[in-house]
């Protein structure tokens, strides 16, 4: 029997543990920070990223892993003629996935490129899922089909607190962003279909806030919720909110917490939070 492999990026939100206890394999992008460049996970961790870019002169600038890095990977896990399956970050907010796509085309191993449509902890359901069918000995066709259903069924829901570091990014012009500060407005973001889109602008916590209980009370009416994430950037007393609420109708103690990613850290902001889950109906 084909043994089927599984590759991500370095943007999934998968724990150490996770990554050793699945064998998944992931294929570093790197962050530069004032003039050094770190590559993620390797020379720098999620937390050491965050507080670094508290401090720096300039916004950090993340950059997708170079192709000869997929080539790399995926041509020495497919050496025992195993197939490969490479999950990556959403194309909305890089490339990655398409220099995944070329690197299997280079590859001597039997590779297929996905793009999840999502990043942080919502591509780790699918990559965490994808590698336990694997070692199950699932087909390349089942697991496949399964991180599809897992896509289309997850949530992400994030809000930016901050509007600093999306005017610095150009990802919003100057003068809305100074209105946005005179204004405390605060933004509610969403992925679905491989996009990020803004669903709602608020002014001030207190109204985000409410906001965030219909999406507590949307989620608890799921009717089987399979994994819940909690992501953020260095938003400690959200977190422990969300907690609390998502606590009432799912396992406290299931609901894995990180602080995210550097490429949505470096968008979002210091005081950024996410929720991100999925469900069976």
């Given amino acids: 029997m084909t043994q089927i492999k599984i590759v991500t990026d370095s943007s999934c939100g998968v724990t150490e543990e996770e990554i050793k206890k699945y064998n998944i394999s992931i294929v570093p992008l790197s962050v530069m920070i004032d003039d050094t460049v770190y590559v993620e ?29 997929f080539v790399e990977v995926f041509d020495k896990l497919g050496e025992d003629g195993s197939q490969v399956i490479s999950f990556n970050m959403l194309e909305a907010i890089s490339g990655t996935v398409h220099t995944a796509e070329q690197a299997a085309k280079l590859s001597k191993s039997d590779v297929t490129v996905v793009d999840s449509q999502f990043t942080d902890r919502a591509l780790a359901f699918q990559v965490l899922e994808a590698a336990k ?20 069924h997850t949530t992400l829901y994030l809000s930016v607190v901050n509007l600093e570091n999306l005017v610095k990014g150009g ?24 996009k990020l889109n803004v669903v709602n602008k608020v002014r001030g916590m207190k109204a985000m806030k409410k906001i965030w209980l219909d999406i507590y009370q949307k989620m608890q009416e799921s009717k089987q919720i399979g994994a819940v994430g909690i992501s953020h950037v260095e938003a400690f007393d959200m977190v422990n909110e969300m907690k609390e609420h998502v606590g009432k109708f799912f ?30 109906d």
Avoid at 48 to 68: E, H, N, R, Y
């Fill in 41 to 69: 996970g390797e020379t720098i961790s999620n937390d050491q990223f965050i507080k670094k870019m508290a401090t720096s002169k300039s916004l950090p600038k993340t950059s997708q892993p170079p192709l000869g890095k």
């Fill in 133 to 152: 069918m694997a070692l199950n000995g699932a087909s390349k066709a089942e697991i496949l089909a399964r991180a599809e259903h897992i896509r289309d």
């Fill in 171 to 194: 990802r919003l012009s100057k003068i809305s962003g100074m209105l946005g500060g005179l204004l405390n407005i605060k933004l509610l973001l969403q992925v679905k279909d491989g």
């Fill in 251 to 280: 396992p406290e103690d299931k609901i894995v917490v990180r602080e995210t990613v550097p490429i949505i850290a470096t968008h979002t902001g210091m005081g950024a939070f996410c929720l991100l889950y999925y469900t069976e």
